[in-house]
């Protein structure tokens, strides 16, 4: 983790493929009607489509991960070509051992995952209990990328908001719906954040006051009068971002100068994202 000091971490070390999922930290519980698709691996998938594709080079990659292997549940025959597969909709989750934060109230989780998706929008998710599981009250969605693609990434989250100096507090991932193909989670880790931590997560160049060309090249003779440049920023630091600035420069064909602009945020509290949008006359 990118913090200063992990308070919880799962590198599903000492795992086995039971009934549950049972790890050195402890037993993760499978639910939900397809619960039991979730299982400990070190393959990505063993499904009619996903089969051979080579593991994420996760950071304990070699001691295993939890996989939602939906390729695998749906396939028939994977000898025909297109192989035999049935297109079941899967709803699945599985539930961590109980974490206890009481002693920390500004935190961040982390984990390494990977996925790939087919044919509907996707929904994966990882949600928060701080009553041992009894409510379900917040769900943060995991980017899942374009269809068809074996995407590889980290999420990263101040849950200060939601999870910070609870004492009963669980994860669950869940999966559902959508048929295929799977889902793959490892190295989780909670730590401490750090008092500033601001993160930018993109940023953005429009020719039109609007907002909506954001991409592409614009003939010379169709720029309108005004650019809007902007970015999104977050406060992953448990303290308070004060006087928070995006600044842009623009070049012009030339590479020289054509006009600079910035935009700032007075107050982001812990957790929360500004989007800043500066606009800039050009002509």
């Known amino acids: 983790g990118g913090g200063l000091l992990p308070v919880w971490q799962e590198h599903f070390s000492g795992t086995n493929s039971g009934v549950n999922v049972v790890t050195t930290v402890g037993t993760w519980t499978k639910g939900g009607t397809q619960g039991t698709v979730w299982k400990h691996s070190n393959f990505t998938s063993s499904g009619c489509f996903s089969d051979g594709i080579v593991p994420p080079a996760f950071s304990t990659v070699g001691n295993g991960f939890l996989l939602f292997d939906a390729d695998s549940f749906n396939c028939v025959n994977p000898v025909p070509v297109p192989p035999t597969f049935n297109q079941t909709d899967l709803n699945g989750y599985i539930t961590s051992p109980q974490i206890n934060l009481s002693s920390y ?45 074996d995407l590889q990434g980290i999420f ?123 606009q800039q006359n050009v002509n």
């Open 105 to 149: 109230s500004d935190i961040v989780l982390e984990f390494e995952y990977g996925s790939r998706w087919c044919c509907t929008d996707a929904f994966m998710s990882v949600q928060i209990s701080t009553d041992d599981g009894a409510s379900w009250p917040t769900s943060l969605l995991v980017p899942v990328g374009q269809v068809n693609v």
């Open 156 to 278: 990263s989250q101040n849950i200060s908001q939601y999870a910070g100096g609870q004492g009963q507090v669980r994860l669950r991932f869940s999966w559902g719906p959508e048929s295929h193909y799977y889902w793959t989670v490892d190295d989780i880790v909670i730590y401490q954040a750090a008092t500033q931590d601001l993160k930018m997560h993109y940023d953005f160049v429009s020719h039109t006051p609007d907002g909506y060309e954001e991409y592409g090249r614009v003939p010379i003779n169709q720029i309108q009068g005004a650019m809007r440049v902007g970015a999104s920023l977050e406060n992953y630091g448990s303290g308070i971002a004060t006087n928070s600035t995006v600044a842009v420069a623009v070049l012009d064909q030339n590479s020289a100068l054509a006009f600079t602009a910035s935009e700032s945020q007075s107050v982001l509290l812990p957790g929360d994202t500004a989007i800043l949008i500066a």
